[in-house]
């Protein structure tokens, strides 16, 4: 994850340099201007009691409180959680939120602790990075490994700690505590959104669209399944044990009958591919929708897609994003691509605000303004300034910080 950090502060440098910034305001928007580090006494069922820890980084609030997920991953590192961070940022510089970047992560694997065990580490997590969060401040999210319930538990214990009801604390909440229609869906379906776009511009009708998804998880399944419906063919799909094909297109609704919890199908199937072997298939839409680092300057000149739509953070490599602009292979970034889950998240906290709930064709609706505006801005970036649109992405993206840290001074 330390090469994504990297990645993403050479694109955030070139992207300032281009928007005419120098020095200081490179220097201040490379890292996080806040990473808090916790420590999180856990009594365990046995009676023992675990120490975790925990991060908070808040890239940057010049433009509003911060906002991003929390993670709880045996994987996590400061490293990660500050890249990111300022990858919120930039989703949401794109979509045009009034937010900077934030992200939290606790190091620990869920997959083994307690329904109790868990939720006495989200509530000790929260009293932990209390100080520094809040509606108005930091508003956290569900990321990897983190759910609805977690929110949930979050929530009470913010709401026990100020004393008042707090809703608008985080997103990603149950219906019933004030979360959102069509948060579950919102990733996918930004990616449809930003798939259709990529089409019109690559002149494909949509039931002619061959369609690959790396990774059947909340961003991969559900987009199988809008593609799918939408009369696409979804010819290859895979999880972490390996890949199906079907060059007439995929069973998509048996495939997500049989799927389990974490995302995993293939190895119900005797006869499958590599993961390798379905990011070369010959096909219309690429869509890495699983881990980072899965396109590299090793497989990106045998890539055969003509669009690559980024539903996973981080999973081209920048050796390998040269290559792929080089082809003329329409590549819609991370930054944007993936944009609907802190769309809707933001949907969710304006109603919070408001206490007034929008159904979910509204919801769907203001949805796909916002990606369409998001993408129209980047699109334009690339073509007038001739730059690729990984480039385009992050000047849209960090545009609006910049200038607001100049108006307030900062630099
Ligand atoms: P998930 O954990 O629900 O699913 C991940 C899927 O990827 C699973 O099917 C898993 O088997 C597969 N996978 C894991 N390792 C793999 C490997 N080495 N090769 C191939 N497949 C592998 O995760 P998700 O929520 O669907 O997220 C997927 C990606 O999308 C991540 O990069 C995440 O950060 C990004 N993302 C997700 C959301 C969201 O709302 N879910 C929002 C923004 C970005």
Redesign the pocket.
Known sequence: MSDVLHATQVVIEQALKRLGYGQDMIDLLKEPMRLLTVRIPVRMDDGSTVVFTGYRSQHNDSVGPTKGGVRFHPGVTETEVKALSIWMSLKCGIADLPYGGGKGGVICDPRKMSFRELERLSRGYVRAVSQIVGPTKDIPAP???TNSQIMAWMMDEYSHIREFDSPGFITGKPIVLGGSKGRET??ARGVVIMIYEALKIKNIPIQDARIVI????????FLAKFMYEAGARVIGI????GALYNKDGLDIPHLLDRRDS???VTNLFPKTIS?DELLELDCDVLVP????N?ITEENAPNIKASIIVE?????TTLEATKIISERGILLIP?VLA?A??VIVSYFEWVQNNQGYYWGEEEIDEKLRIMMIRGFENVYEIHRTRKVDMRLAAYMSGVRKMAEAVRYRGWV
């Open positions: 990321d990897v490994m919102a990733t790396q990774g059947f998880g909340n961003a991969g399944s895979s999880d972490v044990n974490f995302g995993n993961n929708a699983a881990i980072e899965q539903a996973a953070n981080g999973p991370d993936s609907g889950g």
